[in-house]
């Protein structure tokens, strides 16, 4: 017969770093912080807009009486020397933790289906609507910190979660009774001030969501981007637990990748089979080339290299009107090459057809003449 400990050791046996499990009970304590921020607008596009499902496990699955939560180490000790990998969050350093973890899971389910036939599962990781760090933190594996992430006493921040829910009960494991204290270095160091407060981020201004964001990025936001591909890490390294934990912490199921040497320029005007080749593993696809592209565009602009004005002119010519726009921006960031630039914007707004881009462009020549 299954019991808990019998359920970690196999989770364990799988590969999974961490493992705890917690009742199937909803998670109402969480109603008015939800709708509260639901009606201030402060809730990420990616989670779903049913407050219910997010906290009835049995929405999700039935006939759950447990949930087995389990973690997944992602960090990557040795230092990065690669600039193309540094201008990505290091959830995109490796394997796409969606699969791998979802991989695990399923073979989890399948080891305890063998140990117990009347075992039946359903399991999740970021597809499902459910609170993971809630249910991570009432199963015993860390306590929520103050830039809202999960705090493992092993790992930190750096964590994948995933869950399994089952029509079996299980002995629950207790939360653990820790905390960030006074500290709020992650608060300060933000460098969107998406913190507003302790335990309280911002979407619209966490620079890990604007760099997922689809479509054309304000102003404010591209220059705050600077040289960010995918994701922002800087509440997670500036974190002293974190810091410290990741002197000796290694990467276990989530191996990591070795991308080429691309350069922000060669980003910038990559296409499809580059694009696989260089993400298409990682967990940074899921938004598309894009994406990618138009942030290496923004990283261009951001760094006022003259050098890049020619890959720039050939991003205008680029076959989406987000990329097409986000160069236009950039090249208006090149001081130095007015003349040029003019003359490359005059000659491109002869032949666009999008309004959006057309109004990038008016909108560069109208500051250029100003200085």
């Not at 961490?18 to 201030?40: F, H």
């Not at 820790?178 to 001030?193: H, K, L, T, V």
């Not at 130095?336 to 490359?344: D, L």
Request: with cysteine; glycine share 8%; charged share 25%.
């Amino acid at each position: 017969m299954l019991s808990a400990d019998l359920v970690k050791k196999k989770a364990i046996e799988t590969g999974f770093d961490l493992v705890g499990i917690t009742d199937a009970k909803p998670m109402r304590e969480l109603t008015t912080l939800l709708e509260e921020r639901q009606l201030q607008g402060k809730e990420p596009e990616f989670v779903s807009d049913s407050i219910e499902k997010r906290l009835e496990p049995k929405f999700f699955f039935p006939k759950a009486k447990s949930i087995v939560m389990t973690a997944v180490n992602y960090y990557y000790s040795a230092a990065c020397n690669e600039s193309f990998r540094s201008k990505l969050s290091r959830s995109a350093w490796g394997l796409d933790y969606h699969r791998v973890m979802g991989g695990m899971l399923e073979q989890l389910g399948q080891s305890l289906q063998e140990l117990e036939p009347e075992l039946q599962y359903k399991t999740f990781v970021d597809t499902g609507p459910l609170v993971e760090r809630e249910l991570a933190r009432r199963a015993g594996l860390g306590w929520i910190g103050k830039n809202a992430a999960l705090i493992t006493p092993q790992f930190g921040s750096w964590v994948f979660l995933g869950g399994m829910a089952v029509n079996l009960e299980f002995e629950e494991d207790k939360p653990l009774d820790r905390s960030c204290g006074n500290c709020r270095q992650c608060i300060e160091a933000c460098p969107a001030g998406a913190l507003e407060d302790a335990y309280c981020v911002n979407p619209n201004r966490c620079l890990s969501y604007v760099s997922q964001k689809k479509g054309y990025l304000t102003a404010k936001e591209r220059e705050l981007l600077k040289d960010r591909l995918y994701g922002c890490d800087t509440c997670q390294q500036v974190c002293p637990i974190n810091m410290e934990l990741a002197k000796n912490t290694t990467v276990n199921a989530l191996k990591p990748l070795r991308h080429s040497a691309m350069s922000l320029a060669e980003a910038a005007g990559m296409g499809n089979k580059q694009f696989k080749a260089l993400l298409g593993s990682t967990a940074a696809a899921w938004r598309g080339k894009t994406n990618i592209k138009r942030n290496a565009v923004i990283a261009l602009g951001n760094s006022g290299d003259l050098q890049t004005v020619p890959f720039l002119k050939k991003a205008l010519g680029d076959p989406s009107p987000i990329i097409r726009g986000h160069a236009v921006w950039a090249l208006g960031r090149m001081a130095g090459r007015q003349t040029e630039v003019i003359k490359v914007l005059m000659q491109a707004l002869d032949n666009e057809t999008d309004p959006q881009v057309k109004q990038e462009i008016a909108g560069v020549l109208k500051n250029i003449s100003r200085t």
